[in-house]
């Protein structure tokens, strides 16, 4: 998968790709970032990419000429793929929106800075936009590489354990059961007995059942959209009649 980001702070992203499992999918050809800075494409002395806001108020606005010529002429014009402003505004990025971009064979990401963008981008140049929560950053690059970084982790083979990402919470729908490594017992704290057991079958019935009773504490939300089946529901109306 190739990802194109475009932004006025390139220097920020190649801390974070090249320290971390992305580094290493890219050197395995997994996945390949090219990081575009958008100031490139200013054609004025001062290399300008912000204005004042028509009609007043504070704050400077991203312009759009040099916006549209970085997307285009890297994607072309209409661009080759699809093209995601990180905005406070967009749909909220999860899991599910995390699978079904990593399906994408190219995906172009544009982070934007001061208050805002001129809104032709948003209406003539980009196709998605996307938020990384309720709240605001001063800029789209750390969104950017939460996009990257959840993403990326779904490609075939970038993970060790080819099924690393299946148990995620989220991925399942369910929060993830608790893990333990070694020492058996830390400041007289002790790894619980089954999972030293070596019955598979018990233990993977405990971890469902610590999934669903970490969902029902954390995140009802997530328990009332999850179809469980009639083991489980037996399991979370015990848990609820003790919780009583
Ligand atoms: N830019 C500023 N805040 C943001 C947010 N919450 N999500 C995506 N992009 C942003």
């Not at 019955?199 to 009802?220: F, M, N």
Request: charged share 25%.
């Amino acid at each position: 998968m190739r990802f194109d980001v475009f932004t006025l702070l390139p220097e920020t992203f190649s801390p974070y790709l090249q320290a971390s499992i992305l580094q290493k999918a890219a050197g395995r050809g997994l996945v390949d970032f090219h990081i575009h800075n958008i100031r490139d494409y200013t054609h004025d002395r001062h290399h300008t990419t912000d204005d004042m806001p028509y009609g007043g108020g504070g704050g400077m606005v991203m312009k759009p000429e040099p916006v549209f010529e970085a997307v285009e002429s890297v994607l072309g014009a209409p661009p080759a793929c699809p093209v995601i402003l990180l905005t406070p505004q967009g749909r909220v990025f999860n899991q599910k929106i995390a699978g079904e971009l990593a399906q994408l064979p190219r995906l172009a990401l544009l982070s934007g800075r001061y208050e805002g963008v001129d809104e032709r981008i948003r209406e003539h140049l980009v196709t998605d936009e996307i938020s990384i929560g309720d709240y605001v950053l001063t800029g789209g690059e750390l969104p950017a590489l939460i996009l990257i970084d959840a993403i990326t982790r779904l490609l075939p083979g970038v993970l060790g354990d080819p099924t690393g990402a299946e148990d995620d919470s989220h991925a399942s729908g369910l929060l993830e059961y608790p893990h333990y490594t070694r020492p058996p017992e830390f400041r007289s704290w002790k790894v619980p007995d089954v999972l030293l057991s070596g019955d598979h079958g018990k233990i993977a019935r405990w971890r469902r059942e610590q999934s669903l009773r970490r969902t029902l504490a954390k995140r009802p939300d997530m328990l009332e959209a999850f179809e469980l089946t009639k083991e489980d529901q037996k399991f979370v109306d015990a848990v609820k009649k003790e919780e009583r």
